[in-house]
DNA sequence: CGTACGGTTGATACATATCAATATGCGTGG
DNA sequence: CCACGCATATTGATATGTATCAACCGTACG
């Protein structure tokens, strides 16, 4: 759970709720979504919801870094681009998580759907003025940059050290660790191209690793997008 | 210039210097080595000078995160292992860094001496009561996680995307703009093996680049420590 | 002067990239 | 419902960049 979404919802910032659709969604939406039952209309008071459609960019790499992100559905690839088109992405975001934020005036990032999703676009100086005079705002601002730091960090290791076989073993157990679906099974939304943009390396090798931990029984492709965890201990031990 | 250094030296943190010597010693080694002028005996009163010694450990991983670090004078290697041994350098601090700022309770690196060199050790606990109830200072560690976020995600870009050649031209680059010296010209303070675990290489590649580049006339390498940068242009290329 | 450590250079191996072909799935329109 | 076409994924053959293994060099230091 994002500390900012949850700080958002604390009783202290509680307004009264917009009427009207927007306002109305937001609530169901992120309700069904994660289950809490923490009041949220706070973010439609904060910010607005908006859809992208798969591929759709949601904002440009140094772009004026206006506003902050939090998804509602779907999943969002946030990335940099070298200048022959070689592409790195940073982090992949699903529901509850934060993108955006930043201390420059820019993005250092550009920011694209993964596919169909929804995303609540809150203004920077909103959140900064209530930040300003909200100590326990300011410090949810803070950990949810820390956060990115840590596992940007982590990151940082399986890029510099792990083999193909590591990285995606990883990638697979992080995946599965975030999308609280059926225990032992994930449903990446993410195409082969993009996970081996996000783990440095090629589609070819990104595909031949999960076959390979087909054959070897560790996981279970029914198809192409669905992965059956069906050893986690032999994943873990690729972890290291 | 680091900024919880800045936030540390304005003048509302200003206490009355404690007498005695080692408050003395971080004044004027701070000045000493960066050249500013602001009060910094603000330092003194929140931490303690320590020196360490090549290659001995200032924090190992996952021990109580209880302080953290201002490099005064030599460098700071920050890093992460493998269970094999595999490591990964997160960062060098140099003089003016801080390093060791946690939102966990532990710290989830480990943190060496590159060669001799002392730190300010600052008690989180302080720092954290002084944070509280003062906006400002508080607005200041953010921005140092921030910071820090910034580099490893441009760092990741290196690990995930870039050649032997771009890494190493990056590297280079960095350093040269990060250690105040004489321009076109970089004293490295680590080892080409610390080179090769920062950049995700070996230490045969690291090397090998490195003749390549001064072979290419890009650099000079007068001593191993010392390089020239002689073309910054074509480094600048290889940057992308 | 010799030893040790860090660095360089060379020969070879190997993991992953690249190039190329084939397969699978999926939306669209008949 | 099926046929087509396109995008995505898999698989194969080969190339290549970097790792590995090994020898050698140079400088600092006792």
Redesign the interface.
């Given at each position: 759970m994002s500390t900012i979404a949850a700080a958002l919802t604390q009783k202290a910032y509680v307004q009264p709720p917009l009427s009207g659709a927007v306002a109305g969604r937001v609530s169901r939406a992120w309700q069904d979504e994660t289950g809490t039952r923490q009041p949220t209309d706070i973010l439609a008071g904060l910010g607005v919801v908006t859809t992208f459609s798969r591929n759709s960019e949601i904002f440009a790499e140094d772009a004026p870094a206006d506003h902050i992100f939090l998804v509602l559905s779907g999943a969002v690839r946030v990335c940099?681009l070298?200048?022959?088109g070689?592409?790195?992405i940073?982090t992949f975001c699903l529901p509850g998580d934060v993108f955006g934020w930043?201390?420059?005036p820019r993005h250092?990032?550009s920011a694209e759907a993964v596919n169909e999703c929804r995303v609540v676009r809150v203004k920077r100086s909103i959140l900064f003025a209530r930040a300003?005079d909200d100590?326990e705002l300011?410090?949810a601002?803070?950990?949810l940059?820390?956060?990115?730091?840590?596992r940007?960090?982590n990151?940082?290791?399986v890029?510099?050290?792990?083999t193909a076989q590591e990285r995606v073993a990883t990638f697979l157990l992080d995946m599965a660790a975030r999308s609280a679906g059926t225990a032992g099974e994930v449903t990446l939304p993410m195409s082969r191209q993009d996970i081996a943009?996000y783990?440095?390396l090629t589609i070819e090798t990104v595909s031949r690793t999960l076959t390979h931990l087909e054959d070897a029984a560790v996981i279970a492709l029914p198809s192409s997008r669905r992965v059956v965890l069906k050893d986690g201990g032999a994943l873990r031990g690729l972890n290291?």
């Open positions: 940099k070298l200048g022959d070689r592409r790195q940073e930043e201390t420059a250092r990032f300003a100590a300011a410090h601002l803070w950990a940059t820390a956060g990115e730091l840590s940007t960090q990151h940082l290791l890029l510099g050290r792990k943009d783990l440095g290291s």
